[in-house]
């Protein structure tokens, strides 16, 4: 069974530039959700896709927005990145149930604004 | 304003010791709780989970609490190992909101020592 992966692993960019980040969700999981987590911070949820469409979302501007494709897989894109969007961007796939169910999430990519 | 808190920062305990991490809430719509362990440079590991309709929850050397009269959670690991020194997130959800968003507390660093 293959584990959520995410890529890049880093990434560096300028104020102003926009980012896509990648997600390939677990085996037999149909909902991938993105979280920021800053240094010294819990992850903070940005928004969920289930079934290629947008499922919730956490306070973040609409710079940040997402797409979940067929097999599953997500993009996270950020436009006109600012200092403050340096951090940890963590993706997390998911099997809903009757529970919300347990989240797994993949190693992360840590993103440098300069 | 948090509606997940891990108000203690760090944790120190002695190898084959009980580790106790605690957790409070605030929202009363949260159902289902759940820990991660991560490491530096790694994602969240998901540990174990339990539903608002349960007191306790065991997995091995872990055993999550709930006392939902006290909004709070615990999570036990008996005995401790050196392997476990890592930050414990303590993770919340109400199945009733769009999209089943997991609200984090900040973590708490746990050092077991040998």
């Known amino acids: 069974e293959t584990g959520v992966t995410q890529s890049p692993t880093h990434l560096i960019k300028t104020r102003g530039q926009q980012v896509t980040l990648r997600c390939s969700s677990q085996?037999?999981?149909?909902?991938v959700s993105w979280y920021q987590q800053a240094l010294g911070q819990g992850p903070q949820f940005i928004f969920q896709y289930y079934r290629e469409e947008e499922n919730g979302r956490g306070n973040f501007p609409p710079r940040f927005s997402g797409l979940q494709f067929p097999n599953y897989s997500s993009e996270l894109n950020v436009n006109a990145l600012e200092l403050d969007d340096s951090a940890l961007y963590l993706c997390?796939?998911?099997?809903?149930?009757?529970?919300?169910?347990?989240?797994?999430f993949g190693p992360g990519t840590r993103l440098t604004v300069l | 304003d948090q509606q997940v808190k891990q108000n203690s920062p760090s944790l120190s305990v002695q190898e084959g010791r009980i580790s106790i991490l605690n957790c409070d809430y605030t929202?009363?719509?949260?159902?289902?709780f759940l820990w991660y362990k991560k490491y530096p440079a790694e994602g969240p590991t998901f540990l174990i989970s339990?539903?608002?309709?349960?007191d306790k929850n065991e997995d091995g050397r872990f055993t999550v609490f709930l006392n939902k009269s006290a909004k709070h959670l615990s999570l036990h690991i008996v005995p401790s190992q050196p392997g476990d020194s890592a930050v414990y997130f303590c993770?919340?959800?109400?199945?009733?909101?769009?999209?089943?968003?997991?609200?984090f507390g900040k973590g708490t660093t746990l050092s077991v020592s040998s």
């Open positions: 085996s037999g999981h149909n909902t």
């Open positions: 339990i539903s608002s309709i349960k």
């Open positions: 993770a919340a959800s109400a199945a009733n909101q769009a999209g089943t968003a997991l609200i």
């Open positions: 929202n009363s719509m949260f159902d289902y």
């Open positions: 997390a796939s998911s099997s809903p149930g009757k529970w919300a169910d347990t989240q797994y």
